[in-house]
């Protein structure tokens, strides 16, 4: 078992940022990809960045890229999201995700392993 926690949303205006962060506990953290989705209301759950387990190699999806970026810290079991030039339409529950076979774009809300219970992030225009 894995337990993620995430920590550090909230409400910003537009442009503005926000750092999620996701503490694990549980089974060796460093052999799980892990990653970031995100559901808006009324919206499926979206894949919005991922990183391997070494860090070596990250995904973003398109609508981010150039403004998230995540990283890990596997000495800590955590994981982090930043979120810079914050638009309204990045306004979602935001969760953390764990997956032992690695997260790529090629990977679905159904693939994952684990998740945390999710942090709410509200951008204003």
């Known amino acids: 078992q894995v337990q993620l926690v995430e920590s550090g949303g909230g409400s910003v205006q537009a442009g503005g940022s926000l750092r999620l962060s996701c503490a694990a506990s549980?089974?060796?953290?460093?052999?799980?990809?892990m990653g970031w989705f995100r559901q808006a209301p009324g919206k499926e759950r979206e894949l919005v960045a991922g990183?391997?387990?070494?860090?070596?190699?990250?995904y973003y999806a398109d609508s981010v890229k150039g403004r998230f970026t995540i990283s890990r810290d596997n000495a800590k079991n955590t994981v982090s999201l930043q979120m810079n030039s914050l638009k309204p339409e990045d306004t979602a529950v935001y969760y953390c995700?764990?997956?032992?076979?690695?997260?790529?774009?090629?990977?679905?809300?159904?693939?994952?392993?684990?998740w945390g219970q999710g942090t709410q992030v509200t951008v204003s225009s």
């Open positions: 990183i391997s387990w070494s860090g070596g190699s990250t």
């Open positions: 995700a764990a997956r032992r076979l690695g997260i790529t774009s090629a990977t679905m809300e159904r693939n994952i392993d684990y």
């Open positions: 549980g089974r060796p953290f460093s052999t799980y990809g």
